[in-house]
Structure formats: structure tokens, C-alpha cells
């Protein structure tokens, strides 16, 4: 497996601002993913994070809103941009290194004013 | 499209008790099949998984076999305990890599 860490892992913001979430894992992955965790639901796959190109989203999703950096192996990060209080969730990135098993990062709890 | 259904909780069990929390998926092919568990507070951390069918994926004292025939993956424990009490997820790997849930499954276990 791999050791997988989230920076923050909670935030408390105001609407209309942004805030950006780090994912680091401590080898070299070949995918990485960002899900979401609405309050009492289950999880969404917001976007695959690939290295060095734009992310690929899902249904639902958008680059404006949602945009994600990869600029290596190790690294991610997910920017919620002009949050509202229906952005309040837990995001999660997953890594996976052999086409088969994804680990979860902690996740990072978030929750707006 | 891909799809998985789990039985609704919450489930409230008895320690030592059996536990079955139900998983059905819709797919094409065969995919591979996994169980996730939620503590309160915590990530998703990986239980089990199986990759192909009749497959049988094990970890602490938990169970699921692969089934084709039925496109189940059913999660079994014979003798749960109160540290058990968690939030089950079965999920299957579409082609890609994405990871597709079912809703959760919240299980409580009474002293």
C-alpha cells in the first residue's frame, strides 16, 4: 500500500472563497483520483488527476470550478474555487499503483459559511 | 452503465453476532470487486477485494466470494465485534481505474 497524506484535514471557510487541497503519497503512483463525500453519501469521482496534462472530469464537474494540478508522480492538489455551502464535504484523493487497488488518502473535511 | 447496489442500513448488530451486508452490481465483463470500511471520523481504508470471479477476498475475519452467476459480492463476518462499527462500501473498478460506489452500508455493533 501506500502512505497517503492530506493537507488540510479540515477547514472551516466563508463563501466566495477558494481553497486548495494538497494530496502527497510517499512513492511514485501511476493514478491518482479526487471524490468527493457529501454529508451521509456516498463517494463521487470528481476528476483523475493525470501528470503533466489536464485533469479529466467527471459528469457534473468542471475545470472552473473544480481545478487539480499533477505536477509529478507524488503530488496533487484539488482547488474548491468560490465555495458555497453546498461544496460542505469530505474530498478524498486516491492513489493507485497497479491498475487494480486504489488507497484513500484521510480526507480533508470542509465546511462552509 | 456500471452501477452497485448495497442492502440499506443502518444495521445494528449484537456483538458476536453474524454479519451479512449485501452487494449487487451491474457491469460489463467482469469487473473487479471490492469492499472499503469508514470509520467515524476517518478515510476509507481498503478490507477486501477480488479481481476475478469465484474469487474469494478475506482480512480480518471478513469474507466476500465473487459471484458471477449472481453479480453479488456479499460481505460476510461470523462473529462481529464493537470495534467493527464502521460505514461498508462495496465498489468495482471500471475500465480506467474509476472506482464506482454503492451508497454505504453503517453498521453498529452493541456491547
Known amino acids: 500500500s501506500a502512505v497517503i497524506s492530506q493537507k488540510p484535514s479540515r477547514d472551516i471557510c466563508q463563501r466566495g472563497t477558494s481553497l486548495t487541497i494538497q494530496c502527497q503519497v510517499d512513492?511514485?503512483?501511476?493514478?491518482m483520483f479526487w471524490y468527493r463525500q457529501q454529508p451521509g453519501q456516498s463517494l463521487t469521482l470528481i476528476a483523475t488527476?493525470?501528470?503533466?496534462?489536464?485533469?479529466?472530469?467527471e459528469s457534473g464537474f468542471v475545470i472552473d470550478k473544480f481545478p487539480i494540478s499533477r505536477p509529478n508522480l507524488t503530488f496533487s492538489t484539488l482547488t474548491v474555487s468560490n465555495m458555497s455551502p453546498e461544496d460542505s464535504s469530505i474530498y478524498l484523493c486516491?492513489?493507485?499503483?497497479?491498475?487494480?487497488?486504489?488507497?484513500f488518502g484521510p480526507g480533508t473535511r470542509l465546511l462552509v459559511l | 452503465g456500471n452501477s452497485v447496489t448495497q442492502m440499506e442500513g443502518p444495521v445494528t448488530l449484537s456483538e458476536e453476532a453474524f454479519l451479512t451486508i449485501n452487494c449487487t452490481y451491474t457491469?460489463?465483463?467482469?469487473?473487479?470487486l471490492f469492499w472499503y470500511v469508514q470509520y467515524p471520523g476517518e478515510g476509507l481504508q481498503l478490507l477486501l477485494k477480488a479481481t476475478k470471479a469465484d474469487d474469494k477476498g478475506s482480512n480480518k475475519g471478513f469474507e466476500a466470494t465473487y459471484r458471477k452467476e449472481t453479480t453479488s459480492f456479499h460481505l460476510e463476518k461470523g462473529s462481529v465485534q464493537v470495534s467493527d462499527s464502521a460505514v461498508y462500501f462495496c465498489?468495482?473498478?471500471?475500465?480506467?481505474?474509476?472506482?464506482?460506489f454503492g451508497q454505504g452500508t453503517e453498521l453498529s455493533v452493541k456491547p
Open positions: 488527476a493525470n501528470q503533466g496534462s489536464e485533469a479529466t472530469y
Open positions: 512513492s511514485q503512483v501511476t493514478m
Open positions: 486516491s492513489v493507485g499503483r497497479d491498475q487494480e487497488t486504489q488507497y
Open positions: 457491469a460489463t465483463g467482469y469487473p473487479s
Open positions: 465498489a468495482l473498478r471500471s475500465p480506467g481505474g474509476k472506482l464506482i
